[in-house]
Each structure stands twice: as structure tokens, then as C-alpha cells.
């Protein structure tokens, strides 16, 4: 079956520029996180929805960095004023209501030069 | 606050021979993720922890926990090539968001 979708692949923006980054879960899964990963380091949690609202959005560095979920499946990241060390791979993970193992999507490059 | 530390960060081997990797959190949450990653990919599930003694064995992969050291050990038997990756620990809360607390990954690197 389909797993988690993310798009797009790699994105190459400028410093200050505005940038969406997209997530597409499994279907039927409720829950869904975003993870950002610096090279060499394991993944950082940012924010996790249940359903379409955010449930836990303390990972998020600061108020450039907003998540949306309408519809309570796709998500978009969004990163305003884009700084160059924002340069990271962004990861998105799903899993089902009340499940304990998240599938990762195979990310989004950002460089932000 | 959950912390997760993965000992060795990097490990070199030859084929054939056997090691560990060590993973040691911070809290008495009971659920312990091991992940593969390749260069350039994503993660890949290999094993979910959900109690003390629990023991799972894929290959020649093995995960264990013991939640009263907080420590979680994943052992390679006869390690081929293959397994070159980078493997990462997790923990989370349970009760809370459930969001994943990684370690910072062990590098493996198989050499013929």
C-alpha cells in the first residue's frame, strides 16, 4: 500500500524567502508528526496533530515555523523568513489512533542558502 | 524531559563478527523504537519495545529492554555488509503526545 508521501523531495530557497513543505499520510491515520534532522543528528520533533488540530506543538523553534491540517489528513509545514539554519531534512510520520509506531515519509531537503 | 544516548556513535566491523549497541533514556516510559536509516533515505521501523524483558529478533537483529536500567541494547550476530546504516533509538511518553525522543544514531559500517 501507499506509505507516507512528502513534497517536494529537495527545495533550494534564499535566505528570508518563504517556503511550504507537504505531507501526504497512510490513509485511515489520525495522527501525524513532523520531524526536522540536522545532518548527523537524530530526528527532532516539531509538531504532532491528531486529527486537524495540533496537539502538541512544542517542538516548533520559533514563530517563523507554522503547521496546518485542514482536512485532517495532508499537512503543510510552512517557514516563513527563511534562515540558513533552517537547512535540515524535514521528516513527516504517521500512524492510526492509538497506535504506538509512526511510518516516516522519505523527507524533504531544505537548503537555505 | 526525555533523553535518549546511543553508545558508540560510530562502529566499524568486520562481516562475521558480533556487537552491541547501547541505548540509555532518561524516563520509565516502557516503549523503545529502533530504527534503520540509510544515507539519504528515511527511516525504516525495525523494532517496537512495549515492556520490560521484552526480547525481538529479526535476522540478525536483536532488540531488548530493560526498563529498571533504562536500557535498551540492539545486538548484530554475524554482521554482513547489508547492515551498514545508521541505527536510531527512540523513546516516548506514553500518555503523552507520543512524540519520539531519538538518539543521536550509531553509524555502523560492515567492511568485507
Known amino acids: 500500500g501507499a506509505g507516507v508521501s512528502q513534497t517536494p523531495s529537495n527545495k533550494v530557497t534564499e535566505k528570508g524567502k518563504y517556503v511550504e513543505l507537504r505531507c501526504d499520510p497512510i490513509?485511515?491515520?489520525?495522527?501525524l508528526y513532523w520531524y526536522r534532522q540536522s545532518l548527523g543528528q537524530g530526528p527532532e520533533f516539531l509538531i504532532y496533530f491528531q486529527g486537524t488540530g495540533a496537539a502538541d506543538d512544542s517542538g516548533l523553534p520559533n514563530d517563523r515555523f507554522f503547521a496546518v491540517r485542514p482536512e485532517g489528513s495532508v499537512s503543510t509545514l510552512k517557514i516563513q523568513r527563511t534562515e540558513r539554519g533552517d537547512s535540515a531534512v524535514y521528516l513527516c510520520?504517521?500512524?492510526?489512533?492509538?497506535?504506538?509506531?509512526?511510518?516516516f515519509g522519505p523527507g524533504t531537503r531544505l537548503t537555505v542558502l | 524531559e526525555l533523553k535518549v544516548e546511543q553508545n558508540p556513535l560510530f562502529l566499524s566491523m568486520q562481516e562475521g563478527k558480533n556487537y552491541t549497541i547501547y541505548c540509555n533514556y532518561s524516563?520509565?516510559?516502557?516503549?523503545l523504537y529502533w530504527y534503520r536509516q540509510d544515507p539519504g533515505k528515511s527511516l525504516e521501523s525495525l523494532f517496537v519495545?512495549?515492556?520490560?524483558?521484552a526480547v525481538k529478533q529479526e535476522g540478525r537483529l536483536m532488540a531488548s529492554l530493560d526498563t529498571k536500567a533504562r536500557l535498551s541494547t540492539l545486538h548484530i550476530t554475524a554482521a554482513v555488509h547489508d547492515l551498514s546504516a545508521t541505527y536510531f533509538c527512540?523513546?516516548?511518553?506514553?500518555?503523552?503526545?507520543?512524540?519520539?525522543?531519538f538518539g543521536k544514531g550509531t553509524k555502523l559500517t560492515v567492511n568485507p
Open positions: 490513509s485511515g491515520h489520525t495522527a
Open positions: 527512540a523513546q516516548d511518553k506514553e500518555g503523552g503526545s507520543e512524540k519520539l525522543v
Open positions: 510520520a504517521s500512524s492510526i489512533p492509538g497506535g504506538v509506531e509512526q511510518f
Open positions: 524516563t520509565t516510559s516502557d516503549r
Open positions: 519495545l512495549l515492556s520490560n524483558g
